[in-house]
């Protein structure tokens, strides 16, 4: 569905945001109050603005009230993101996403009407250390604080072997999900698929089973 979304602030974050937002079909403003932030998304999304996002005449001038969503990746700024988040929401703004850096903030801007907190330096420090843990594991992708999805380099010891017989799913609770051969990649795979060399395996469990999986395979 598309849909209108502004993005103030274009540090790293608020920009890869804007970029993606913009490739998915979204119609995109971006706003910051440097000149160079802006020209490098401006080609990009579909209208880049610098304007500090706390001034309200500025915000009404760029008709922020019609947009659908808004995101704000201001930075470190807590009282400017409380103030445009207030802004947002009392002139009708559905979904106001807020960017944070720690609870103390998160529980801030949720009391100012922030529909969603996110902690993104947080959210990535706990997957680079799920995917140093998971050492065996590539791409390992958080999808609830306790449960990840990667992919595996079968041991020699799997090859040949039919995925009923390897008893992932009996002895760690573990489920093969894909099975990647080349440029072809088998969904939901029977429980006779024989493992091949080459094969890519996309798990699906609890990281303390993926762990102890990965180390199993070790010995």
Not at 6 to 23: K, P, T
Not at 130 to 140: G, K, P, R, Y
Request: aromatic fraction near 6%; charge should be negative.
């Amino acid at each position: 569905m598309e849909k209108d979304v502004v993005v103030f602030g274009m540090g790293r974050f608020g920009r890869s945001v804007a970029l993606q937002l913009e490739a998915n079909g979204c119609k995109v403003l971006a706003v910051d109050t440097n000149e160079e932030k802006v020209q490098s998304v401006s080609e990009y999304v579909t209208a880049a603005v610098c304007a500090p996002a706390t001034d309200e005449e500025a915000m009404e001038e760029l008709g922020i009230r019609n947009f659908d969503t808004a995101i704000i990746a201001i930075g470190h700024n807590l009282e400017a993101s409380i103030l445009v988040t207030m802004w947002c929401k009392e002139n009708g703004v559905r979904h106001v996403i807020v960017k944070a850096f720690d609870e103390l903030q998160g529980k801030v801007l949720k009391k100012v009407g922030a529909d969603d907190v996110i902690f993104p330096e947080y959210e990535m420090g706990k997957r680079l250390a799920n995917n140093l843990t998971l050492n065996n594991i590539s791409n390992a992708i958080e999808i609830t604080d306790d449960y990840s999805v990667g992919e595996i380099t079968p041991p020699g010891k799997w090859i040949g072997k039919e995925i009923k017989n390897l008893k992932l799913r009996e002895q760690y609770r573990i489920n093969i999900i894909a099975i990647k051969h080349g440029h072809y990649t088998e969904m939901n795979p029977t429980s006779d698929y024989v493992i091949k060399n080459n094969d890519l395996i996309v798990l699906l469990g609890s990281n303390d089973m993926l762990k102890k999986l990965v180390s199993q395979i070790k010995k």
